[in-house]
């Protein structure tokens, strides 16, 4: 089972990193189920937060 928070930290990472990816590309290391639905439920909590933002081609996450 993977936590939230942590998938949080993971993504922020990256975005720090690379300031903006694509939004599939989140999901390409996740190892098991709960590994996705943890990243997703990451990325709506930072949308949700205004760390993040979807770009309009739905297919672009970036730090705001």
Do not use: Q, W
Not at 7 to 21: A, F, S
Not at 44 to 49: A, D, G, H, T
Request: a positive charge; glycine letters at 2%; proline letters at 0%.
């Amino acid at each position: 089972v993977v936590s939230v928070n942590s998938r949080i930290v993971v993504v922020m990472k990256l975005l720090y990193r690379k300031k903006r990816t694509s939004f599939l590309s989140l999901f390409e290391s996740s190892s098991d189920r709960s590994e996705v639905v943890a990243t997703f439920l990451a990325v709506l909590e930072l949308m949700k937060n205004k760390r993040v933002l979807l770009e309009s081609d739905g297919k672009t996450i970036r730090l705001l």
